[in-house]
């Protein structure tokens, strides 16, 4: 029903009263799902949605107060106002009633326009803030968006004051405590464009870990400088990772990113490092023709599908001797990520689902690729990560997620604890511990 630009599309809207319809789309569905996994109520004094409400809300009348007196809190104006404490003030939402603290000055000259003077009816708020939070639109696009649904008129820097309301949420996340121990941490990077004195493609680093209770969570993002991935950016990325608790991973899942595969074994020695399959077989392809695509696939899956190690490397043999002639690059990629590939051909069939693809990472990836198609380029690292990280938070029912459990976790926990053993229950250890 949405653009990813925030407009909405006319012909799915009903002939009548289109003025007064937000753009929900599938965004309501999200909030809906992540409040069902939450085991919480969508609205009511508890709910996600009012307290979602609440706190832009609040967050948006103390920008204003902030540009009314032309200081910060305990900061002082030329003219000797201040602020003066908070009134409660009760408004109507389409989701229920919502208890908000309104700010206060000494004089009595603010006149609010995110919540009005006398007015406790917000007709549409919710779809305000569902796009502010949920739609990655930039200020003049929820600027237009918000005197569309008030017919008032809110400055750019009220507006951005008001997204930034999940700037502390971002920076609690990204320090957040991890866990010990990942049976399976997979590694990707995605490229934005960010204004920094010119606009560059930048790597944004993304870690995702499947813990031993077999759910999944991204563990954290990384803004790279220009120029690429290197071995020093991922260094510094799992130093982080390490700093925050991570002692051990079993296996780290990656797609063969120029330096990642030693930063892994410098921090965790005792890792397996795989080489994700599907893109060693896209990247395969980009040095074929189209019309060999069909043959070669198949012989490559004979590689990655063979039952043990000695009979992938005679299928490899067998690939070698067809195509080395005509595909030379093709079959060098093959040879130089072999020992970085063959890891997974050890495990049980269960285990090696989990790890044969950066499948999960790669479905986040296209979630962030979609909040971030229409923006052209961010300002700022941190307006980048603000929205990449709304699009971690969000769920999507009837979709597959990228966060949440593992399917079957039982069996593949049973497979790591046999081939792992003590490393899941005493992270850390020295290897002969």
């Known amino acids: 029903m949405d653009n990813t630009d925030g407009n909405v599309d006319a012909s799915r809207l009903p002939a009548t009263r289109p003025e007064v319809l937000p753009d929900l789309g599938d965004v309501a569905e999200q909030l809906v799902a992540q409040a069902r996994a939450d085991g919480v109520n969508l609205t009511g004094?508890?709910?996600?949605?009012?307290?979602?409400?609440?706190r832009v809300l609040e967050t948006g009348l103390e920008a204003e107060l902030t540009d009314h007196l032309g200081h910060e809190h305990r900061g002082r104006s030329s003219g000797g106002n201040v602020r003066n404490g908070t009134s409660s003030k009760t408004v109507t939402t389409e989701i229920g009633d919502v208890e908000i603290a309104v700010p206060r000055d000494r004089d009595g000259t603010f006149d609010p326009q995110t919540v009005p003077k006398h007015r406790r009816r917000l007709e549409g708020f919710n779809a305000s803030v569902v796009s502010l939070y949920a739609k990655g639109m930039t200020v003049r696009e929820i600027r237009s968006h918000l005197e569309e649904v008030y017919e008032t008129e809110i400055s750019p820097d009220t507006i951005s004051k008001i997204t930034d309301a999940v700037v502390d949420e971002l920076t609690d996340w990204q320090q957040r405590p991890l866990e010990p121990i990942y049976p399976v941490i997979l590694i990707d990077a995605i490229?934005?464009?960010i204004r920094d004195g010119a606009v560059a493609n930048r790597p944004v680093y993304v870690a995702m870990g499947v813990t031993l209770d077999g759910e999944r969570d991204v563990l954290g993002m990384w803004v790279g400088p220009t120029g690429g991935e290197?071995?020093?950016?991922?260094?510094?990325?799992?130093?982080?990772l390490r700093n925050r608790g991570v002692l051990d991973a079993c296996i780290v899942c990656c797609d063969g990113l120029p330096g990642l595969p030693d930063a892994i074994r410098a921090i965790w020695p005792r890792a397996d490092v795989q080489t994700c399959?599907?893109?060693?077989?896209?990247?395969?392809?980009?040095?074929?023709?189209?019309?060999?695509?069909?043959?070669?696939?198949?012989?490559?899956r004979l590689i990655y599908t063979a039952p043990t190690v000695d009979a992938a490397q005679d299928r490899l043999e067998e690939f070698t001797d067809e195509w080395r002639d005509q595909y030379p690059a093709m079959i060098g990629a093959w040879e130089r990520s072999w020992d970085d590939f063959v890891p997974f051909l050890a495990f049980p069939p269960e285990l090696r689902k989990l790890v044969y693809t950066t499948n999960a990472i790669e479905s986040l990836n296209a979630r962030f690729r979609r909040a971030t198609r229409q923006r052209g380029h961010f300002p700022t690292e941190q307006s980048a990560l603000k929205i990449l990280y709304l699009a971690v938070r969000s769920r999507e029912e009837g979709r597959q997620n990228p966060t949440g459990r593992v399917h079957g976790w039982k069996s593949v926990l049973n497979a790591l604890t046999v081939h792992y053993g003590d490393r899941l229950t005493n992270p850390g250890q020295p290897a002969d511990q």
């Open 277 to 300: 399959v599907v893109h060693l077989v896209r990247n395969s392809l980009r040095y074929a023709s189209k019309k060999d695509w069909s043959k070669i696939t198949k012989q490559m």
């Open 45 to 54: 004094p508890g709910g996600v949605l009012t307290g979602l409400v609440r």
């Open 230 to 240: 290197g071995a020093k950016q991922w260094m510094n990325m799992l130093t982080d």
């Open 191 to 193: 490229v934005v464009k």
